[in-house]
Protein backbone atom coordinates (compact mmCIF):
# COMPACT_ATOMS: atom_id res chain seq x y z
CA UNK A 1 0.00 0.00 0.00
CA UNK A 2 3.05 2.53 0.68
CA UNK A 3 4.54 1.59 -2.33
CA UNK A 4 1.21 1.91 -4.50
CA UNK A 5 0.96 5.66 -2.41
CA UNK A 6 4.22 6.49 -4.09
CA UNK A 7 3.74 5.67 -7.29
CA UNK A 8 0.28 7.71 -7.29
CA UNK A 9 2.37 10.71 -5.71
CA UNK A 10 5.05 10.72 -7.96
CA UNK A 11 2.66 10.04 -10.87
CA UNK A 12 0.53 13.02 -9.70
CA UNK A 13 3.80 15.02 -9.30
CA UNK A 14 4.89 14.67 -12.81
CA UNK A 15 1.16 15.39 -14.26
CA UNK A 16 1.27 18.89 -12.18
CA UNK A 17 4.89 19.62 -13.36
CA UNK A 18 3.49 18.73 -16.83
CA UNK A 19 0.37 21.11 -16.99
CA UNK A 20 2.76 24.10 -15.05
CA UNK A 21 5.22 23.79 -18.16
CA UNK A 22 2.32 24.09 -20.41
CA UNK A 23 0.78 26.93 -18.54
CA UNK A 24 4.32 28.02 -18.71
CA UNK A 25 4.99 27.85 -22.16
CA UNK A 26 1.54 29.59 -22.79
CA UNK A 27 2.56 32.19 -20.69
CA UNK A 28 5.56 33.27 -22.52
CA UNK A 29 3.76 32.67 -26.00
CA UNK A 30 1.32 35.25 -24.61
CA UNK A 31 3.74 37.90 -23.41
CA UNK A 32 5.91 37.25 -26.86
CA UNK A 33 8.85 35.43 -25.82
CA UNK A 34 9.85 33.24 -28.69
CA UNK A 35 13.51 31.50 -29.32
CA UNK A 36 15.20 34.60 -29.33
CA UNK A 37 13.52 36.00 -25.83
CA UNK A 38 12.07 39.27 -27.12
CA UNK A 39 9.55 40.22 -24.61
CA UNK A 40 7.70 43.01 -22.96
CA UNK A 41 7.90 43.34 -19.24
CA UNK A 42 4.26 44.47 -17.71
CA UNK A 43 3.41 45.80 -13.67
CA UNK A 44 0.92 44.05 -13.27
CA UNK A 45 -0.63 40.13 -14.34
CA UNK A 46 -4.70 39.55 -14.47
CA UNK A 47 -6.65 36.97 -15.58
CA UNK A 48 -9.41 36.67 -17.60
CA UNK A 49 -11.23 33.51 -16.38
CA UNK A 50 -14.64 31.76 -18.37
CA UNK A 51 -15.48 28.41 -19.15
CA UNK A 52 -15.94 29.59 -22.85
CA UNK A 53 -12.32 30.47 -23.09
CA UNK A 54 -11.68 29.61 -26.78
CA UNK A 55 -14.92 30.72 -27.93
CA UNK A 56 -15.15 33.21 -30.51
CA UNK A 57 -17.20 35.54 -28.24
CA UNK A 58 -14.32 35.19 -25.76
CA UNK A 59 -11.95 35.64 -28.41
CA UNK A 60 -12.76 39.31 -28.90
CA UNK A 61 -13.23 40.53 -25.38
CA UNK A 62 -9.50 38.94 -24.58
CA UNK A 63 -8.05 40.48 -27.61
CA UNK A 64 -9.44 43.55 -26.68
CA UNK A 65 -8.62 43.32 -23.11
CA UNK A 66 -4.97 42.48 -23.96
CA UNK A 67 -4.58 45.59 -25.82
CA UNK A 68 -6.06 47.80 -23.45
CA UNK A 69 -3.67 45.94 -20.57
CA UNK A 70 -1.16 46.82 -22.92
CA UNK A 71 -1.47 50.84 -22.79
CA UNK A 72 -1.99 50.33 -19.08
CA UNK A 73 1.11 47.73 -18.84
CA UNK A 74 -0.76 45.28 -17.76
CA UNK A 75 -0.57 41.65 -18.83
CA UNK A 76 -4.17 39.88 -19.63
CA UNK A 77 -3.75 36.12 -19.43
CA UNK A 78 -6.55 34.10 -20.36
CA UNK A 79 -6.21 31.42 -17.77
CA UNK A 80 -7.84 28.12 -19.44
CA UNK A 81 -7.26 28.83 -23.12
CA UNK A 82 -5.11 26.09 -25.62
CA UNK A 83 -4.62 24.01 -22.63
CA UNK A 84 -4.34 19.73 -22.99
CA UNK A 85 -7.32 19.29 -21.45
CA UNK A 86 -11.00 20.90 -20.21
CA UNK A 87 -10.62 21.94 -16.87
CA UNK A 88 -13.91 23.05 -14.89
CA UNK A 89 -14.23 27.22 -13.52
CA UNK A 90 -13.16 26.25 -9.99
CA UNK A 91 -10.16 24.76 -10.90
CA UNK A 92 -9.35 27.49 -13.55
CA UNK A 93 -9.90 30.36 -10.09
CA UNK A 94 -8.10 28.01 -8.11
CA UNK A 95 -4.93 28.35 -10.65
CA UNK A 96 -5.64 31.99 -11.29
CA UNK A 97 -4.96 32.28 -7.13
CA UNK A 98 -2.07 30.04 -7.14
CA UNK A 99 -0.59 32.41 -9.78
CA UNK A 100 -0.63 35.23 -7.24
CA UNK A 101 -2.30 37.61 -9.74
CA UNK A 102 -2.66 41.09 -9.28
CA UNK A 103 -6.40 40.95 -10.49
CA UNK A 104 -9.32 38.66 -11.71
CA UNK A 105 -11.90 38.77 -14.40
CA UNK A 106 -14.11 36.28 -14.48
CA UNK A 107 -18.03 35.13 -16.12
CA UNK A 108 -19.60 33.04 -12.50
CA UNK A 109 -21.32 30.43 -13.43
CA UNK A 110 -23.64 30.49 -10.59
CA UNK A 111 -22.14 27.59 -8.60
CA UNK A 112 -21.41 27.90 -4.45
CA UNK A 113 -17.81 27.30 -4.83
CA UNK A 114 -17.10 29.96 -7.34
CA UNK A 115 -18.99 32.48 -4.86
CA UNK A 116 -16.46 30.20 -1.56
CA UNK A 117 -13.26 31.23 -4.24
CA UNK A 118 -13.71 34.64 -5.49
CA UNK A 119 -14.20 35.24 -1.25
CA UNK A 120 -10.81 33.53 -1.28
CA UNK A 121 -9.41 35.54 -3.65
CA UNK A 122 -10.42 38.47 -2.32
CA UNK A 123 -9.01 37.33 1.05
CA UNK A 124 -5.47 36.93 -0.13
CA UNK A 125 -5.56 40.27 -1.30
CA UNK A 126 -6.40 39.59 -5.41
CA UNK A 127 -9.56 42.25 -6.86
CA UNK A 128 -12.53 40.15 -8.66
CA UNK A 129 -14.70 41.71 -11.09
CA UNK A 130 -17.14 39.79 -12.62
CA UNK A 131 -18.33 39.93 -16.21
CA UNK A 132 -21.32 39.47 -18.32
CA UNK A 133 -22.79 37.19 -14.93
CA UNK A 134 -22.98 38.55 -11.67
CA UNK A 135 -22.42 37.28 -7.85
CA UNK A 136 -23.85 39.89 -5.60
CA UNK A 137 -23.16 37.77 -2.64
CA UNK A 138 -19.63 37.43 -2.99
CA UNK A 139 -16.83 39.67 -2.11
CA UNK A 140 -16.26 40.55 -6.10
CA UNK A 141 -15.23 44.66 -6.02
CA UNK A 142 -17.85 45.49 -9.72
CA UNK A 143 -19.69 43.94 -12.41
CA UNK A 144 -19.88 44.86 -15.87
CA UNK A 145 -22.69 43.56 -17.77
CA UNK A 146 -25.32 43.61 -21.03
CA UNK A 147 -28.33 45.35 -20.09
CA UNK A 148 -30.89 42.49 -21.08
CA UNK A 149 -33.17 44.64 -22.25
CA UNK A 150 -30.85 46.09 -24.92
CA UNK A 151 -29.87 42.36 -25.61
CA UNK A 152 -33.58 41.46 -25.91
CA UNK A 153 -33.92 43.74 -28.33
CA UNK A 154 -31.25 42.90 -30.28
CA UNK A 155 -32.36 39.16 -30.45
CA UNK A 156 -35.43 40.60 -31.16
CA UNK A 157 -34.34 42.42 -34.57
CA UNK A 158 -32.58 39.59 -35.71
CA UNK A 159 -35.67 37.52 -35.46
CA UNK A 160 -37.32 39.97 -37.03
CA UNK A 161 -35.28 39.84 -39.93
CA UNK A 162 -36.26 35.63 -39.88
CA UNK A 163 -40.04 36.15 -39.77
CA UNK A 164 -39.66 38.21 -43.01
CA UNK A 165 -38.53 34.91 -44.12
CA UNK A 166 -42.17 33.08 -43.38
CA UNK A 167 -40.69 31.61 -40.19
CA UNK A 168 -43.37 31.74 -37.19
CA UNK A 169 -42.48 29.37 -34.24
CA UNK A 170 -39.51 31.10 -32.19
CA UNK A 171 -38.28 28.77 -29.08
CA UNK A 172 -35.98 30.94 -26.48
CA UNK A 173 -33.18 28.92 -24.96
CA UNK A 174 -33.23 30.10 -21.16
CA UNK A 175 -30.02 29.11 -19.49
CA UNK A 176 -30.67 28.22 -16.11
CA UNK A 177 -27.43 29.56 -14.37
CA UNK A 178 -28.46 32.95 -15.25
CA UNK A 179 -30.56 34.79 -12.82
CA UNK A 180 -34.54 34.56 -13.16
CA UNK A 181 -34.68 38.32 -13.38
CA UNK A 182 -32.38 38.48 -16.08
CA UNK A 183 -33.81 35.64 -18.10
CA UNK A 184 -37.06 37.35 -17.64
CA UNK A 185 -36.02 40.59 -19.16
CA UNK A 186 -34.21 39.14 -22.18
CA UNK A 187 -37.33 36.92 -22.73
CA UNK A 188 -39.90 40.03 -22.20
CA UNK A 189 -37.48 42.42 -24.31
CA UNK A 190 -37.92 39.52 -27.05
CA UNK A 191 -41.63 39.68 -27.12
CA UNK A 192 -42.10 43.01 -27.03
CA UNK A 193 -40.04 43.19 -30.02
CA UNK A 194 -42.19 40.31 -32.24
CA UNK A 195 -45.09 41.83 -30.83
CA UNK A 196 -48.26 42.09 -33.13
CA UNK A 197 -46.24 39.86 -35.99
CA UNK A 198 -48.65 37.05 -35.84
CA UNK A 199 -45.41 34.85 -34.54
CA UNK A 200 -45.56 32.62 -31.48
CA UNK A 201 -42.57 32.68 -28.57
CA UNK A 202 -41.60 30.26 -25.96
CA UNK A 203 -39.27 29.27 -23.82
CA UNK A 204 -37.26 26.23 -23.02
CA UNK A 205 -34.85 26.08 -19.82
CA UNK A 206 -31.24 24.52 -20.32
CA UNK A 207 -30.08 22.47 -17.36
CA UNK A 208 -26.69 24.03 -16.75
CA UNK A 209 -25.41 21.45 -14.21
CA UNK A 210 -23.13 19.52 -16.45
CA UNK A 211 -22.60 20.15 -20.25
CA UNK A 212 -24.37 16.48 -20.66
CA UNK A 213 -27.46 17.79 -19.01
CA UNK A 214 -27.84 20.88 -21.49
CA UNK A 215 -26.63 19.68 -24.90
CA UNK A 216 -29.02 16.52 -23.61
CA UNK A 217 -32.07 19.83 -23.33
CA UNK A 218 -31.04 21.33 -26.56
CA UNK A 219 -31.14 18.11 -28.40
CA UNK A 220 -34.57 17.38 -27.18
CA UNK A 221 -35.92 20.37 -28.57
CA UNK A 222 -34.21 19.78 -31.98
CA UNK A 223 -34.87 16.53 -32.53
CA UNK A 224 -38.43 16.56 -31.30
CA UNK A 225 -40.79 15.85 -34.44
CA UNK A 226 -43.57 17.11 -32.75
CA UNK A 227 -42.19 20.04 -31.80
CA UNK A 228 -42.48 22.99 -34.48
CA UNK A 229 -39.69 24.99 -33.68
CA UNK A 230 -38.36 26.81 -36.89
CA UNK A 231 -36.29 29.22 -34.97
CA UNK A 232 -33.55 28.68 -32.03
CA UNK A 233 -32.85 31.79 -30.25
CA UNK A 234 -29.30 30.66 -27.89
CA UNK A 235 -28.39 33.17 -24.97
CA UNK A 236 -24.68 31.53 -24.61
CA UNK A 237 -21.45 30.60 -26.32
CA UNK A 238 -22.06 27.05 -25.34
CA UNK A 239 -25.53 26.67 -26.13
CA UNK A 240 -24.96 28.10 -29.58
CA UNK A 241 -22.48 25.31 -30.29
CA UNK A 242 -24.08 22.49 -28.96
CA UNK A 243 -27.33 23.63 -31.14
CA UNK A 244 -25.29 23.64 -34.64
CA UNK A 245 -24.02 20.44 -33.78
CA UNK A 246 -27.38 19.08 -32.98
CA UNK A 247 -29.10 20.68 -35.78
CA UNK A 248 -26.16 18.99 -38.00
CA UNK A 249 -26.30 15.52 -36.33
CA UNK A 250 -30.54 15.45 -36.41
CA UNK A 251 -30.60 17.10 -40.36
CA UNK A 252 -32.06 19.89 -39.42
CA UNK A 253 -29.92 22.40 -41.61
CA UNK A 254 -31.65 24.65 -43.72
CA UNK A 255 -35.29 23.38 -41.44
CA UNK A 256 -34.31 25.17 -38.16
CA UNK A 257 -32.46 28.50 -38.17
CA UNK A 258 -30.08 29.40 -35.09
CA UNK A 259 -29.70 32.77 -33.89
CA UNK A 260 -26.71 32.20 -31.78
CA UNK A 261 -25.02 34.38 -28.73
Known amino acids: MIMLAAVISISAGFFIILIGMSLYKNRL ?23 EADAPFWEAIYEGALNKGKELEIYVERI ?6 AYSLQNLIKMAIAYKVDGIIIEPNGDEEITELINMADEVGIPVITVLNDEPNSKRKSFVGVNSYNQGQIYGKQILEVIDEGKKNITVLLNSASSVASKNMIYSSINEMVAGRNVRVESVNVNTQSTF ?28 RCAYQAVVDYNKVGVMDIIGY
Open 80 to 85: GSNLPS
Open 29 to 51: THLGAGDNLNYNTYKYHYALISE
Open 213 to 240: SSEEDIRNVIKDSQDSTEVLVCLTAADT
